[in-house]
Each structure stands twice: as structure tokens, then as C-alpha cells.
């Protein structure tokens, strides 16, 4: 299978690899690579699926879309990466909360939060793809983070051979404990740096970087080449599809739904990324039927999928799910592609950089909302869902699933639509834990991470992950902060 860029208008594509498409992250003239077509699951396959553990469902569903790589090669890297040691008690659970919603927790991971999920998989794949593409140079990784993504991607880099790691997270956008987990970050490879501003400000600084020609030749004569471990990158999200495909065989083998039976995903998403997964695996034949789009108050997203308009010239808002404060959703791309084509995605992202707003023609915008819903919650709503999940199902949620159920639940009371629904729940309650407490009405009694962990627990009965207390015993190794132009300089 080959892969080509989202803006390539010529009429033959230029169509490399899988692994060179890992390798690069972004394709040369900025676009995202996509497969030129996408593999079919048919129903003897997912029964298949059905009798396997997430590893070999992982290798499985990844060789239908990396075919340069060897299939024993994967299925031993799969096992490695969802092993016992890294995610206790088997990764991607699926827990019934009731109501006829079924928490998908993809938080069980070494970093608590469900970028763990590819990125214990994606330096494997990068790995492998630096020798089978004959790479010489080191590969620099450059990380924008909201929060999750960047604790993720330095666990998953961590040490490497061939790899170095850079991220860049805004000073005042994540939660501490997120900063926590990536300024006491472990490992010879890795740099943490935090910059003044909005994601956006960092993922634009990350962009830029990788759209410098200047820089990119500056970095080869230094002996290395930028990559990315965002989910810009091919390598980054293909994993993310194994997890929606693995929920649904669960569901099949626990006899929730007979196979083939339709069932509904609910997404808190920001850039896009975890959602458009779901959407591939919907096109590859996995029985789903809605898409439900969670936003915080940052509402791009729903805003775009009710009425067809993407503009990220509005008010930014400093939410309590941090990883979803998001203006600028980069893996929309990849669906405007699949729907519009390349001259459409080309001439979309044009104008989004240049005016900061598109409009999706009608004919677009019917095929996207015969598929995708879009709700948003606000911070009252999300307190409230966060002390009635828990008061009511028993089941404490972290503040972006809290988003994602609010959401599921608008959906369910406005369509009357049963089908059960797989919710992506995607991290700790204990990475936010100081909302999750103060929604509960739990009185905090300093602001250290210590202590708020501790009131959370003990208010609630749950445990600690371990992954987070060890982070309180930890020395900060990162403080740097800087403008946001400063970025190159931070890398060089």
C-alpha cells in the first residue's frame, strides 16, 4: 500500500511507502499522507478478531495498512508495546457504565492518558522504518502537546537509538500534573520546553519548523531530519484504529451486540485525530453508525460539523480538559480529503491560513453529517457530569470524558437513538485531579499535586494510578520557557 499527500492536485501523486510516510510525518509540501486506498474487514475477519488479544489484533489491523513491514516483526513489536508491564490488566478495557454506554479506557498506559495507546507502538514503527528506508541521519522529534501527547511521546522516545525528542507545551495550558509528568521526564534523548501561549501557538511553531527549508538543511548538515510524533503523523494515528475494532469485538464476545449490529462512538477530541480514527474503521467495514464529536468550550469542531464553517478566529478559552483546547484541528484534513479530494483540502487549508476560516461546500458537508454529530459541553456542564457519573454510575471519569459523556447523553435524548455507544475515555480522573475533585465538591486542601491526589482518593475510595505517584517523587529536570519564535533556536 502506498501513501500520498493530502495536497497533491497532480494528476499522478507522488506515492511512497508506509514507512517512508512514518518517517517523514509530514509529506513535502505540508500535507498529511493517506493511504491510497483503505483495506475492507469483513465479517469472518472481525470474528477472527474477535478470538485474539490486543496485540495480535493490533498486528493484525496494522499490516492491512503498513504491508512494506514484516507481519512477524509487527506482531512481536505489538507485544512488546501492549505488554503486561506497560499496561496492567490488558490494554483498551471495556467497561459498561450503563445507560447503554460503554467506557473505552484507553488510560492504562505508562502516562495514564490514551496517546499511550500509539505511542508504545509508533517509535517501533519508526524504528523500523529508519532501516528500511536506509536512514543514516538521527531523527529530531518534534512534539506540540496540549498536555497528553507530549508525556506520551517522551515515555515512548525515551532512549531510542536513533532518535532525539524535543516537545513544546504552552506554559499555561496544561495541568500540573501534566507539566509535572513532562519536566521530571526521564531519558538522555529527550527536551521538555514550554512557551508562552496557546497550543496553537505551539503547534503553529512546530509547523512552521517543518515548512522551513532553510531549517530542514541546516539540520541535515548537522546529521539530522525533523519528525513528528503528533498525530500529523500516519504512524501515529493507525494505531488509534485498532482500539475502536477491538472495542466492537468485546462488545461482540461479551454478547452486548450479535455481530454485525450497528453501535455508536462518542469522541472528546480537539484535533480530530482519535475521532477520524473511528471514521477510518468505519470505512474499512467495522459496524458503526454515528460519529459523536465532544467539544469543550473551544468548539471548532461542532461549530464546523452543524454548519459547514471552520473558523479559528474566535475567542480561545482555558478550559478544565486542557488536551481539547484546540483551535486549529489538523487531522480534519485527512477527512476533507477523503471527501472533497486534494484540489478541495488544498484550497481549504489555503484559505485557513490566510483568513483563518473556510467553508465546506453543501456537497461536502451532507456526506460528513450523514456520519458525524457534534455537541458541546460547557465547564458547569461537565462539572455536573463528572458528580452525577459518579454519584449516579458509580464511575468516576477525568474531565474530558466527562465532555464525551455529556455529549453521548445530549445525543441519546435528542435522537432517541439506542444503540449502545462506545465512549473514548482518554485518561485518568487522577491527571485532572484537582477539577474532578472540586466538581465532586471535594474540599482540596493545598495546591500541591500530593495532596490533591490523596483528597481525590480518599473521597472517592479509587487508587492512585502508580505511574502518577512515582511523578511526585521525581526532580524537575525542565524549566525553560520562551516566545514562541524562539522554537528553532531551542532545537539547535
Known amino acids: 500500500m502506498k501513501y500520498i499527500s493530502t495536497r497533491d492536485t497532480s494528476k499522478s501523486p507522488a506515492a511512497v511507502s508506509s514507512a517512508e510516510a512514518i518517517k517523514r510525518g509530514l509529506a513535502p509540501d505540508k500535507g498529511l499522507y493517506m493511504p491510497t486506498e483503505i483495506p475492507a474487514l469483513t465479517t469472518d475477519d472481525l470474528t477472527k478478531l474477535s478470538g485474539m488479544r490486543y496485540e495480535e489484533r493490533a498486528a493484525d489491523i496494522l499490516s492491512r495498512f503498513l504491508t512494506d513491514y514484516d507481519k512477524n516483526a509487527l506482531l512481536a513489536d505489538c507485544t512488546a508495546a501492549y505488554a503486561e508491564d506497560r499496561f496492567p490488566g490488558g490494554a483498551a478495557p471495556l467497561v459498561n457504565i450503563g445507560g447503554g454506554i460503554h467506557s473505552l479506557e484507553l488510560w ?20 523500523r522504518a529508519l532501516t528500511m528506508t536506509g536512514e543514516s541521519r538521527l531523527a529530531h522529534i518534534l512534539v506540540a502537546t496540549s498536555g497528553d501527547t507530549g508525556k506520551a511521546a517522551l515515555e515512548g522516545y525515551r532512549d531510542v537509538p536513533g532518535v532525539k525528542i524535543t516537545v513544546f507545551y504552552p506554559v499555561d495550558g496544561v495541568s500540573s500534573m501534566q507539566k509535572r509528568q513532562m519536566t521530571t521526564q526521564l531519558g538522555e534523548n529527550v527536551n521538555v520546553c514550554a512557551v508562552y501561549g496557546n497550543f496553537d501557538d505551539a503547534q503553529n511553531g512546530v509547523k512552521a519548523i517543518f515548512a522551513d527549508n532553510a531549517l530542514a538543511e541546516k539540520a541535515n548538515d548537522a546529521g539530522f531530519f525533523f519528525s513528528s510524533a503528533n498525530s500529523i503523523n500516519w504512524g501515529r494515528l493507525a494505531p488509534q484504529i485498532v482500539y475502536y475494532i477491538s472495542a466492537y469485538c468485546d462488545l461482540v464476545k461479551n454478547g452486548t451486540v450479535r455481530m454485525g449490529d450497528k453501535v455508536n462512538v462518542c469522541v472528546p477530541t480537539g484535533n480530530f485525530g482519535n475521532i477520524f480514527a473511528a471514521y477510518i ?7 458503526l453508525g454515528r460519529l459523536i464529536c465532544a467539544s469543550n468550550a473551544n468548539c471548532v469542531l461542532t461549530d464546523f460539523i452543524r454548519t459547514g464553517v471552520y473558523d479559528r478566529t474566535r475567542t480561545f478559552y482555558k478550559t478544565m480538559s486542557p488536551s481539547m483546547d484546540i483551535l486549529i484541528s489538523s487531522n480534519l484534513e485527512r477527512l476533507l480529503f477523503l471527501l472533497g479530494g486534494s484540489e478541495l483540502t488544498a484550497q481549504c487549508m489555503a484559505e485557513l491560513s490566510s483568513a483563518g476560516k473556510y467553508t465546506a461546500p453543501v456537497s461536502l458537508m451532507e456526506k460528513l453529517q450523514s456520519v458525524f454529530s457534534g455537541y458541546t459541553c460547557s465547564e458547569e456542564e461537565t462539572a455536573s457530569v463528572i458528580r452525577n457519573c459518579f454519584e449516579n454510575r458509580k464511575y468516576l471519569c477525568d474531565t474530558h470524558t466527562a465532555v464525551g459523556l455529556g455529549a453521548a447523553e445530549k445525543y441519546q435524548k435528542e435522537s432517541g437513538d439506542n444503540r449502545p455507544i462506545i465512549l473514548a475515555s482518554t485518561a485518568s480522573p487522577y491527571k485532572f485531579s484537582a477539577d474532578v475533585a472540586e466538581s465532586l465538591g471535594v474540599t482540596l486542601p493545598s495546591e500541591e499535586p500530593g495532596d490533591i491526589l490523596a483528597a481525590l482518593s480518599g473521597a472517592t475510595g479509587t487508587e492512585i494510578p502508580a505511574p502518577l505517584s512515582r511523578t511526585l517523587t521525581m526532580p524537575v529536570r525542565f524549566t525553560q520557557v520562551i516566545e514562541a519564535k524562539k522554537m528553532p533556536d531551542v532545537i539547535f
Open 108 to 127: 492504562h498506559g505508562p502516562t495514564c492518558a490514551f496517546k499511550d495507546m500509539a505511542l508504545q507502538i509508533m517509535p517501533r514503527l519508526l524504528s
Open 281 to 287: 474503521a468505519r470505512e474499512m467495514g467495522l459496524p
